[in-house]
């Protein structure tokens, strides 16, 4: 073994295993990890060399530790960044270890990033593969660590970034005590093309994916801002709202789009127009909130020169030029009254007045409105003509909050990514697991506008050619209780390191430390039904402490 080589402490690597029973997940990092039976592995392995022989299997099954070992090396750079090389390269043995494949021991290791030499010689004992194939297979010639294998050649390749090749010169398998196995570029072994088939197909998925990202990067470009293209969803809720939709665009009917703000109503009102006969007219979008009440008339049915102080010209409204089109009016539920009464003659007469004007104008629009609130309760307050809703609300189309459609989350965050990471030049690698669990279980009070600005938020703050973490979507996010595997290797609740957020938190929330306190200690209490030994367990403390803080409490000592 080379004097220079050692482990460093490892836990740095610890901390990222996180065991959530409550939640029914493990992670490592960022990625779900599954805790498996050996001998459950081992019957699958098995069934596969019964079914499609032990070339295939090895294959498959090399694939398969090729793709974990590739994933643990985004944990080198992550958790070892400013060390040394060798210290970094450390990570993928040491993560080996502690996902339980062998005791890993380096022998020998030489290697240059920059000019891509590697060599590369471990020890392994107590292989668990090597153990199984023997258990089911009894002494065999050939090596049999394969997924092993593989995890050691795609660590190494990702780390260096160019493909190294590992092979077993012993393997317990074959009746060695230990296996052995020594890694170089593939170029370097003699019969290394040999070996390409088990990686080959991977550069190749590599280079489709790429290449259909880039196409989609393209298409996004093409694609305007303004269509209807993020009408996505699969989910019964959706659907019915799309098919109502789809079912009012060919008629000339008044629709009324209702929905949470941020459901994209607006979205549904381009989408409509463009199934509509107005298709190839104009489409005008007005939010009725955001004009000053005194200029929204002018604005919308236009105004007559010298109609009053500053018209110094005649001016067309979005009516007019909404002629032959269709006409949306967002927040139609802010409209002053005056606006109302001109706006039933619209829809009624097929004409407006501009302001100030003699006669009315026939105009052909179609128009589209939307609301956020209730415009029963708005007439039952005397805020909204009773007529007016009786006219719009004809066909009502509600856009269900995004909380009614999880289905959609997946393939909408996906359609996103792909459009900000265009729109910002970015190549990453996708949503990670658990920022994509977080995604399905947030509560979406902004609905699709603020899974919008979530997406674009964590494109803009993850590394070229990394994943989208949860730290990138909700950098905000209080530390949830975790549980990890401590210096004896037992499970253990580790104190999380962003915990700072959490106190930022508290203090921004200004309620009095005693009333947090008294609340905490409550909430403890309650969880564990009553039990005081329970609660000061989940609590850090100790039964008497627990006992004290409370009796504390009861007598107002801490009350502020
Ligand atoms: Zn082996």
């Known amino acids: 073994m080379d004097t220079n080589l050692h482990y460093p402490p490892d836990a740095d690597l610890r901390k990222l295993l996180r065991f959530e029973p409550r939640s029914g997940a493990i992670w490592l990092g960022e990625r779900r990890m599954l805790l498996l039976h050996t001998a459950a592995l081992s019957a699958l392995r098995q069934d596969l060399i019964t079914s499609v022989g032990s070339t295939h299997t090895r294959r498959l099954l090399t694939r398969m530790g090729y793709a974990s070992g590739r994933h643990d090396a985004e944990f080198a750079n992550k958790t070892r960044g400013d060390r040394s090389p060798e210290e970094m390269f450390m990570v993928g043995p ?12 380096p022998l020998h290791l030489k290697m240059d ?5 590697y060599e590369g010689e471990f020890r392994w004992d107590d292989s668990w593969e090597a153990h199984a194939h023997r258990l089911a297979y009894g002494v065999v010639e050939e090596p049999a660590c394969w997924i092993l294998l ?6 190494t390749s990702a780390f260096m970034g160019k493909l190294i090749l590992f092979k077993e010169v012993k393997c317990g398998a074959c009746g060695h005590d ?17 070996y390409l088939p088990y990686f080959e197909d991977d550069s190749l998925l590599d280079k489709m994916d790429a290449l259909s990202r880039q196409v989609e990067a393209l298409k996004t470009r093409l694609e305007p801002s303004t269509s209807g293209g993020m009408l996505i969803g ?14 009012a665009a060919s008629t000339q009917v008044t629709v009324l789009l209702t929905g949470e703000t941020g459901v994209g109503k607006e979205r549904f009102a381009r989408a409509l127009h463009a199934h509509s006969n107005h298709a190839t007219g104009p489409f005008v979008a007005v939010n009725c909130a955001a004009l000053p009440a005194e200029l929204i008339e002018a604005e919308l049915f236009g ?28 927040e139609v539920g802010d409209l002053p009254m005056a606006a109302q009464a001109k706006l039933l003659r619209v829809l009624q007469e097929s004409e407006i007045e501009r302001v100030g004007a003699e006669r009315a104008r026939k105009v052909n629009v179609r128009v589209i409105t939307a609301t956020n609130v209730n415009l029963e309760e708005a007439v039952a307050q005397g805020r909204f003509r009773r007529d007016l809703l009786y006219r719009l609300n004809v066909y009502p189309v509600c856009i269900p909050p995004l909380r009614e459609r999880v289905a959609d989350i997946e393939p909408l965050a996906n359609h996103l990514l792909a459009r900000f990471t265009a729109l910002h030049n970015k190549r990453l690698n996708g949503l990670g697991d658990r920022a994509l669990q977080a995604l399905m279980h947030h509560d979406w009070p902004g609905n699709v506008r603020e899974l919008e600005n979530l997406v674009e938020r964590g494109v803009i703050l993850a590394a070229q050619g990394t994943t989208v973490e949860l730290e990138h979507l909700f950098p905000n996010l209080p530390a949830t209780r975790q549980d990890g595997v401590d ?7 580790i104190v999380p390191a962003n915990s700072t957020a959490l106190c930022e938190r508290i203090v921004d929330s200004g309620v009095p430390i005693g009333q947090l306190e008294a609340q905490v200690l409550a909430m403890a209490v309650e969880r564990c039904g009553g039990n005081l030994s329970g609660a000061s367990r989940l609590l850090g403390l100790t039964r008497p402490q627990l006992a004290y803080r409370l009796k504390r409490q009861e007598s107002g000592e801490v009350s502020e």
């Open 234 to 247: 699969n989910s019964p809720a959706f659907q019915h709202a799309y098919d109502l939709m789809l079912r």
């Open 178 to 194: 230990h296996c052995h196995i020594v890694g170089k570029p593939i170029d370097e072994w003699p019969d290394g093309d040999a």
């Open 150 to 155: 593989g995890y050691a050649s795609g660590y």
């Open 94 to 105: 040491q993560l080996h270890m502690l996902e339980g494949a062998a005791r890993v021991t």
């Open 487 to 493: 210096d004896h290797g037992r499970l253990a609740h």
């Open 113 to 117: 990033i920059a000019a891509g030499h």
């Open 303 to 330: 105004v007559e020169k010298g109609a009053f102080t500053g018209a110094h010209a005649a001016r067309a409204g979005r009516f007019e030029r909404a002629d032959g089109g269709t006409l949306f009016l967002d």
